[in-house]
């Protein structure tokens, strides 16, 4: 018998609403030509790093609610900062209810979707719940770099802080 995994998928969607959120309110008290800046990341400034990863989980959302074509450059991207902090709650909610609705099996099921490039995959419910929370906290982490070398000292979002908030 395999263990339940909605509760810890459901956990893990929760230390992601609150991961997105703590960084994001430290962008949020950050000087706005500091979170333009390029700073030569993947994708440049704070704010691209941080809008990369809110299209990421929207583009997730849609291939779990059936649209399995869709590819982060068919999405609309919030133009700044506040857009950003107006979109992403709601995001995060939806996860969070999607999450709720599913059992154990249900995650054991394969989403099936097209890459980047366009080849048809498939992966457990549970594993691209995973993904896209590594997937947060590696640009996280980079965020964290990037608020250092503006002089900024980045808030803490590691699992072990949102456990100990809780």
Not at 7 to 14: H, I, M, R
Not at 22 to 48: H, I, N, Y
Not at 144 to 166: C, E, H, N, V, W
Request: proline share 6%; charged share 20%.
């Amino acid at each position: 018998m395999q263990p339940d995994i909605g509760p810890l998928c459901q956990l893990q969607l929760e230390f992601m609403k609150w991961a997105d959120g703590t960084m994001f309110a430290a962008l949020s008290q950050t000087p706005p030509d500091q979170v333009s800046l390029d700073r030569g990341s993947s994708f440049k400034s704070l704010f691209e790093t941080l809008n990369h990863v809110y299209l990421a989980e929207l583009v997730w959302l849609r291939r779990v609610q059936g649209h399995q074509d869709v590819r982060i450059a068919d999405l609309d991207s919030p133009a700044d900062l506040d857009a950003l902090g107006r979109a992403w709650p709601e995001l995060h909610q939806t996860w969070i209810e999607w999450s709720r609705s599913l059992s154990g099996d249900d995650l054991q099921k394969p989403l099936i979707f097209r890459n980047m490039k366009g080849a048809e995959t498939q992966m457990p419910h549970w594993q691209l719940v995973l993904h896209l929370v590594n997937h947060g906290s590696y640009h996280r982490g980079q965020v964290a770099t990037m608020l250092r070398q503006a002089g900024i000292k980045p808030p803490g979002t590691d699992l072990i802080t949102f456990y100990r908030s809780r």
